[in-house]
């Protein structure tokens, strides 16, 4: 089993940055992938970013060169961040991990993030 915590929505004007940070637990060695999504208000969840357990990473077009995924293994935490933040990224954002094992899929909670004009 693996356990999420996420942290570092916020309140945050356009142009600015945040970093929100997905700490696994438990058995984190079943960790394929870790995915950063997104749900905006009145919007189906998109995938925002993406690294792979080889360290390759994919990114959504709407955020290249403005988001960033980065893995600390010491921490076993995966941070996503976000410069030059933009009213359309107002959304909540979730932690996926894609798992080499049943259940194959776990979520973290969401965090809201808020870009005001």
């Known amino acids: 089993q693996v356990q999420l915590e996420v942290s570092g929505g916020a309140l945050v004007q356009a142009g600015g940055s945040l970093r929100l940070s997905c700490a696994a637990f438990?058995?984190?060695?079943?960790?394929?992938?870790t995915n950063w999504y997104r749900q905006p208000p009145g919007k189906q969840r998109e995938l925002v970013a993406a690294?792979?357990?080889?360290?390759?990473?994919v990114y959504a077009d709407s955020v290249k060169g403005r988001f960033a995924i980065s893995e600390d293994s010491a921490e076993n935490t995966v941070y996503l961040q976000m410069n030059n933040l933009k009213p359309e990224d107002t959304a909540v954002y979730y932690c996926?991990?894609?798992?080499?094992?049943?259940?194959?899929?776990?979520w973290g909670q969401g965090t809201q993030v808020t870009v005001s004009s």
């Open positions: 996926n991990v894609e798992l080499l094992i049943a259940p194959y899929d776990q």
């Open positions: 438990g058995d984190i060695f079943t960790i394929g992938t």
């Open positions: 690294i792979r357990r080889s360290g390759s990473v």
